[in-house]
């Protein structure tokens, strides 16, 4: 099969690679449409540690099953699903208590570093385990599909968060996943949204998604005028969805006392932390790391278009053009926030086991 292969640090090859094998409990599927993640971009040089070549990267997906393996039930070829894109064990002390994202075993596809290496979705198959599966509704496009792992990632961040009803929230950062965080945001009924970034454009998307102000993140006012529009308090609730100092320490100053930070970016594995004011404001601060069952309400919502990812996709293109676009999203072209690749689409053929 074809697959889009980090074969190097910073190169990537588009080769034949033996298919995937599957396995008892396990499903292949024929992939229709992958996103290129922030992770993939940041994570191919080197730097994260998480992608050590060679590695099939890419875990935003969606397709059709091609094969089940041995004891698998409730799935059958040609089904329209998506995954997750943690593998869970499903039995250890957090998977009992529901918390998979935390599993002792945990693997992410994609993903290849010192503990495990486990090749992705940028491919022609991928095989996953059949408890990552979830159907898609009929009216939902692969496309689409694929982008509820971001959209998953984002309702994980929101649900970690206390909110209350007409609460004023800012989302430090709105890339995929911090514009995703302003869509939920106001899902849960927050009733005022701040939105803070670098680039001018990603900005006008959050205003349009649901933010009412968007403030440009290098004026050197912009916490104080987070304080002028909320009457001088500071705002409910902080989501930092970038992962650098400057971005938690405006974060922490945007919070009203008593307010809760809620940190999804890890772009910098440390960050200066300003532990003074968050003490003595009595502020709470949650982590938050990917998701863990929020699949289907992610789903429901995209086939009822209460959440939208149109505005979100910039590019869909073939998987032979791969390292073009991710070149071009290492770069940070103006105007590119979410690229689709979609690898050849053959008619699925029989598999006998």
Not at 133 to 158: D, G, K, N, Q, T
Not at 230 to 235: E, K, L, N, Q, Y
Request: hydrophobic share 40%; net charge negative; proline share 5%.
């Amino acid at each position: 099969m074809k697959a889009l292969v980090l074969t190097e640090y910073n190169h990537l090859a588009y080769q034949d690679v033996p298919e995937p094998q599957t396995g008892p409990g396990q499903v292949l599927i024929q992939v229709r449409a992958c996103g290129i993640c922030g992770s993939d971009v940041h994570g191919m040089d080197g730097s994260t540690g998480r992608r050590i070549p060679p590695v099939i990267m890419g875990h935003e997906a969606a397709g059709l099953i091609a094969d089940v393996g041995a004891g698998v039930t409730g799935w059958k070829e040609g089904d329209r699903v998506t995954f997750d894109s943690t593998i869970y064990c499903g039995s250890c002390h957090f998977c009992r208590r529901g918390e998979t994202n935390l599993c002792d075993d945990r693997r992410v596809l994609g993903v290849s570093c010192e503990e495990y290496r486990e090749d992705g979705a940028f491919a022609e198959y991928v095989a996953v385990p059949e408890r990552v599966l979830y159907r898609l509704p009929e009216e939902l496009s692969f496309e689409r599909a694929a982008m509820a792992e971001p959209l998953s990632v984002a309702c994980h961040a929101v649900h970690r968060t206390p909110i209350h009803l007409n609460d004023t929230a800012l989302v430090a950062g709105v890339g995929v996943i911090g514009l995703c965080i302003v869509q939920w945001l106001r899902a849960a009924g927050c009733g005022r949204i701040i939105a803070v970034d670098l680039d001018e454009q990603r900005l006008d998307v959050a205003r349009r998604l649901g933010a009412e102000e968007g403030l440009r993140g290098d004026s050197e006012h912009v916490a104080e005028r987070v304080l002028e529009l909320t009457g001088g308090r500071g705002v409910d609730v902080a989501f930092e969805a970038v992962g650098i100092t400057a971005t938690v320490q405006l974060a922490v100053q945007c919070l009203r006392k008593g307010g809760a930070l809620t940190l999804v970016g890890n772009l910098s594995p440390t960050v200066e932390f300003p532990l003074q004011a968050v003490v003595t404001r009595e502020l709470s601060v949650n982590g938050s790391c990917i998701s863990r069952g929020e699949y289907p309400a992610c789903l429901e919502l995209l086939s009822r278009g209460v959440v939208e990812v149109d505005p979100l996709i910039s590019a869909v293109a073939p998987l032979a053009e791969g390292p073009s676009w991710f070149e071009r999203l290492r770069e940070a072209e103006r105007g590119l926030i979410k690229v689709l690749l979609t690898p050849p689409n053959d008619p699925l053929r029989s598999r006998g086991r």
